[in-house]
């Protein structure tokens, strides 16, 4: 790291241990903010990635709307089963689960960083198992395309101030407090079916 800021692979990392719930229920301010962190990497990925930096940035100020009143995520999801908006478009218990496919995404690409692959692999295998199964057909298509601008490994590491060692070194703490995060959280939606993306059409 140059200088005495912080990178923001090290700082998002921080915010993602500091959620650990291992005793305690997940504070919905918190988990708002670590989302926050999540943000950046939208830029820095490719143009085809900013609306869904807008769409991100959308659903994580639903959260922050209710912080006040629901202050732990197990509260905003029993109100979404409770009013039966748990699957209504934008609801807060919804938008939870929302974000935490996009978090999964961008776990997974730093998982396979770590094995080597050139970024538009990483994104690309990511991706398919993460996002492409809440994203409608026409979504994934443009998404599958623009793909192919993506910046090389190299230029993504040096767009986030980081070396392959550093890269490593953070990307591997933030991948398992994230895994640790989704899983705690997909418990609370249990018995719920969650909408998922539309399939190809027939002809």
Do not use: C
């Not at 919905?28 to 990635?49: N, Q, R, S």
């Not at 609306?51 to 209710?66: L, Q, S």
């Not at 601008?149 to 230029?155: G, I, K, Q, V």
């Not at 939606?189 to 059409?201: D, N, Q």
């Amino acid at each position: 790291m140059a200088g005495d800021e912080e990178n923001w692979l090290p700082r998002m990392t921080r915010a993602f241990l500091a959620l650990d719930s291992s005793t305690h229920a997940i504070d919905t301010a918190a988990f708002a903010d670590a989302m926050e962190k999540v943000l950046p990497i939208f830029e820095k990925i490719g143009t085809v990635f900013l609306f869904a930096r807008h769409e991100f940035a959308h659903k994580i100020e639903t959260i922050v709307a209710i912080k006040g009143s629901m202050s732990t995520l197990d509260q905003v999801v029993a109100a979404g089963k409770a009013d039966g908006t748990i699957t209504k478009k934008n609801s807060p218990a919804r938008n939870v689960h929302r974000l935490l496919n996009t978090l999964n995404f961008i776990a997974a690409i730093f998982e396979n960083l770590a094995k080597g692959m050139p970024l538009k692999d990483a994104v690309s295998e990511g991706y398919d198992r993460t996002l492409a199964q809440i994203h409608a057909w026409v979504v994934r298509a443009g998404i599958k395309t623009g793909m192919m601008a993506l910046p090389s490994r190299e230029h993504f590491l040096a767009s986030i101030g980081e070396t392959e060692e550093s890269a490593r070194l953070h990307g591997e703490p933030f991948v398992a407090a994230a895994h640790k995060l989704v899983g705690l959280i997909e418990a609370l939606y249990a018995g719920v079916e969650m909408p998922r993306g539309s399939t190809l059409p027939s002809f």
